[in-house]
């Protein structure tokens, strides 16, 4: 390790910076969110640095003296001069105060890391001078993955400090009650901004720390399949779980951003083939959160859109099990999307209808007699149905020419796309073997897709 990270605080602390360019200005304004008092030496003071500084900051217009040092708790030195900022660090060094010259990490004795600010809490990223590209790089990254609410959740924690300390008696009791509180929901109510909630469910976990306690559930949308459709709180709460079940549209690519040590529980389910009864699966929901575990229930697409998702729910709240719903990118969203095809489309398409291929007593979906050529249809789980879905659709008045597309493995890298019409789709389709999850979209926008069919490569091939 060339450095060893540290904290520095500087509210009100006196801070000396040499430069006034566009490098000087970037670390004044890093300084100045710290609360520190900036003495700003250049030989021209830019506006936009004079806009930067407070009433208690000094500016001098003028050369850099050795003075100049004297009494300031850090040096931050921004010039074109090589000179300078050699003889700046040997003084520097004489004198015991750190400081840091950009872009020379051999004239640092401090160096800044790229800032991820989640005030009060602040994750510094550093390449030891090496590389700040990549630096800046594992941030971005970072940003996108941390809610800005952790700062809330940071806040919290530090507000109940005395609280804990006060009920619970050895380091190792309140690190243990740390550790689960923001595992659990009164944490997600903070991120979700609910302090009232949050403040009942960190008493309701302290009063009864070392008892058994109820679990809870989260239903979480898992998209097409593609893992980077995920949203942030699907992932927070996915790689908390202790155990997850999933269904057989999950993606293998979506399971390894699970815990390692989060138990995988299948209970997926194939064209006529169950690997377990639904009301099995809404009773295995319940004893596991009943023995007290954090349960994730990851379904494809969006669970409240022909994924059943109310029905698990239901008995999760008759026996007052806490749950949340994270919706997920529906499977005729990411099909579309990734096939070049538009669901609606002021030239083609007004509306769309999404229709499952059939109702749960296993007869074919009535809706398809009454719907408008003007309307893109979306129709899940339909590729056994495909020759009633056809002959029905054709009776209803669509002419044979209307285009129809089969997309298996939406958003995946095998996803495959059929393109025909009413007339030949299921001489073509009966062509091929479908394995995988498959949609039927129905409507002139498929027509688009052979401008706007980016899938067309390698990894996402389309039968024409």
Request: proline share 5%.
């Amino acid at each position: 390790m060339d450095y060893l990270p540290l904290a520095f605080k500087l509210e009100g602390e006196p801070v000396l910076l040499v430069g006034a360019g566009v490098v000087a200005a970037r670390k004044a304004r890093l300084l100045k969110r710290a609360g520190a008092h900036l003495k700003v030496v250049a030989t021209k003071i830019s506006p936009e640095m004079r806009d930067l500084l407070g009433e208690h900051d000094i500016c001098l217009e003028r050369g850099f003296v050795d003075d100049d040092c004297r009494d300031v708790r850090l040096i931050v030195a921004a010039t074109n001069s090589s000179a300078l900022h050699e003889a700046m660090y040997t003084l520097a060094r004489r004198r015991n105060v750190p400081i840091n010259v950009v872009d020379s990490p051999d004239l640092c004795t401090f160096i800044f890391p790229a800032i991820v600010d989640r005030n009060p809490l602040v994750i510094g990223i550093s390449s030891s001078g090496q590389s700040p590209v990549l630096a800046r790089l594992i941030r971005k990254r970072l940003e996108s993955w941390l809610p800005s609410s952790y700062g809330a959740l940071a806040r919290f924690l530090g507000s109940i400090r005395d609280k804990v300390k006060a009920r619970l008696d050895t380091e190792n009791q309140r690190r243990v009650f740390y550790e689960e509180l923001v595992e659990s929901a009164a944490a997600e109510a903070v991120l979700n901004g609910d302090d009232s909630a949050a403040q009942s469910l960190t008493d309701e976990l302290l009063n009864h720390y070392g008892l058994k306690r109820l679990g809870e559930v989260a239903l979480i949308g898992a998209g097409p399949g593609d893992p980077d459709l995920l949203t942030f709180k699907a992932l927070r709460l996915l790689q908390r779980g202790d155990v997850v079940l999933y269904d057989r549209l999950v993606s293998p690519q979506i399971l390894e951003l699970a815990r390692r040590d989060a138990e995988l529980i299948y209970v997926g389910k194939a064209r006529d083939q169950h690997a377990l009864p639904q009301d099995q699966i809404n009773q295995t929901l319940l004893d596991l959160a009943e023995q007290g575990l954090k349960v994730v229930r990851l379904k494809g697409g969006d669970p409240f859109i022909f994924g059943r998702g109310g029905e698990e729910l239901e008995l999760l709240a008759e026996r007052g099990i806490p749950f949340q719903v994270v919706p997920g990118i529906t499977s005729a969203a990411g099909a579309a999307s990734y096939a070049g095809i538009p669901l609606t489309h002021r030239d083609f398409a007004q509306s769309v209808r999404f229709l499952p291929g059939y109702l749960k007593q296993g007869e074919a979906v009535s809706e398809l007699d009454d719907t408008s050529v003007e309307e893109t249809l979306v129709i899940y789980m339909g590729l056994k149905a495909l020759p009633s879905v056809v002959e029905r659709l054709l009776k209803s008045g669509r002419a044979a020419s209307t285009a129809i597309a089969l997309i298996e493995n939406a958003t995946l890298p095998d996803q495959r796309v059929l393109i025909a019409d009413l007339e030949t789709i299921v001489s073509k389709a009966k062509e091929r073997e479908w394995i995988g999850p498959t949609l039927i979209i129905v409507g002139e926008v498929i027509r688009l897709h052979q401008r706007l069919g980016w899938y067309n490569t390698p990894e996402r091939k389309a039968i024409t």
